[in-house]
């Protein structure tokens, strides 16, 4: 089998439900998620088996044994090893003709000059750091590419109440409040409107977090909350699809 026969086949399945000008679109299409955890991770991943072949991946942190209950790529066998890269070595076993960049940072409001937000189609937001997600969501709505939120995935069970909704519109989810409270307070708001995947369900948690020195990645986030495969999946998915819902219908 040819080149161009393996990509008109592993694209198949894609191609005979969206046709081939929505295919020439999403190959073309280049996407940034800033975020490869438990809702990045698979947010990249279906992006990549839709026809993406433009991603560019960034997170500063090593795969840890907690991430492994809910993270695409981590298993037991990579402990230790940089996030992204483990990522970019998984998607192009996919499609090697892909063009993956794995960036091994921060995206901070110090770091968000080395970043060219415009010169991408689209923005994905899966940070935890609420900080930085604020700097991430004024300056991509700032730019010109289309911008999508992840808010908490944390401390849910029930798939059915994941929702989608413009960013001042989403009710019931703590981190939104949080968002939206902050961003009053600094005085600069979004340039645009923006849709953000979250959920209502706020359980607490029931156990006990190990300690430092059983998992020292599990200690590095502000607050460690119990997470579901399911849930985060679930999150990133969501994201990867209305990146394709919103190429196939422009």
Same mark, same amino acid.
């Given at each position: 089998?040819?080149?161009?026969?393996?990509?008109?086949?592993?694209?198949?399945?894609? &191609?005979?439900?969206l046709g081939p000008q929505a295919m020439e679109k999403l190959s073309s299409a280049r996407v940034i998620v800033f975020g490869i955890g438990?809702?990045?991770?698979?947010?990249?991943?279906? =992006? =990549?088996?839709?026809? $993406?072949?433009?991603? %560019?991946?960034?997170? &500063?942190?090593?795969?840890?044994?907690?991430?492994?209950?809910?993270?695409?790529? /981590?298993?037991?066998?990579?402990?230790?090893?940089?996030?992204?890269?483990?990522?970019?070595?998984?998607?192009?076993?996919?499609?090697?003709?892909?063009? $993956? $960049?794995?960036?091994?940072?921060?995206?901070? /409001?110090?770091?968000?000059?080395?970043?060219?937000?415009?010169?991408?189609?689209?923005?994905?937001?899966?940070?935890?750091?609420?900080?930085?997600?604020?700097?991430?969501?004024?300056?991509?709505? /700032?730019?010109?590419?289309?911008?999508?939120?992840?808010?908490?995935? /944390?401390?849910k069970i029930d798939p059915c109440k994941i929702k989608v909704a413009e960013f001042w519109k989403v009710r019931g989810c703590p981190l939104?409040?949080?968002?939206?409270?902050?961003?009053?307070?600094?005085? $600069?708001?979004?340039?645009?409107?923006?849709?953000?995947?979250?959920?209502?369900?706020?359980? !607490?948690?029931?156990?006990?977090?190990?300690? !430092?020195?059983?998992?020292?990645?599990?200690?590095?986030?502000?607050?460690?909350?119990? %997470?579901?495969?399911?849930?985060?999946?679930?999150?990133?998915? %969501?994201? &990867?699809?209305?990146?394709?819902?919103?190429?196939?219908?422009?």
């Amino acid at each position: 089998m040819g080149h161009s026969e393996k990509e008109s086949a592993l694209f198949a399945r894609t &191609a005979l439900l969206l046709g081939p000008q929505a295919m020439e679109k999403l190959s073309s299409a280049r996407v940034i998620v800033f975020g490869i955890g438990g809702v990045g991770s698979w947010c990249v991943e279906s =992006l =990549l088996r839709s026809g $993406i072949k433009h991603i %560019t991946l960034v997170d &500063a942190d090593d795969i840890s044994l907690s991430n492994v209950n809910r993270q695409l790529m /981590a298993t037991a066998r990579n402990i230790g090893q940089v996030k992204v890269d483990v990522m970019r070595k998984r998607l192009l076993e996919i499609d090697p003709d892909a063009e $993956i $960049i794995a960036r091994n940072e921060v995206y901070t /409001a110090e770091s968000a000059k080395d970043f060219d937000l415009d010169s991408y189609d689209y923005v994905l937001d899966c940070i935890d750091s609420l900080k930085d997600k604020i700097s991430l969501i004024i300056n991509a709505t /700032a730019s010109s590419a289309t911008f999508f939120s992840s808010l908490g995935s /944390a401390l849910k069970i029930d798939p059915c109440k994941i929702k989608v909704a413009e960013f001042w519109k989403v009710r019931g989810c703590p981190l939104g409040s949080m968002l939206r409270k902050r961003i009053r307070q600094s005085g $600069i708001l979004p340039s645009k409107d923006f849709l953000c995947v979250y959920d209502e369900e706020v359980l !607490p948690n029931k156990g006990q977090a190990p300690s !430092p020195d059983e998992d020292p990645g599990l200690f590095k986030k502000a607050q460690v909350n119990g %997470t579901l495969s399911h849930i985060t999946g679930i999150f990133g998915l %969501t994201l &990867a699809g209305l990146v394709i819902k919103d190429i196939t219908e422009r």
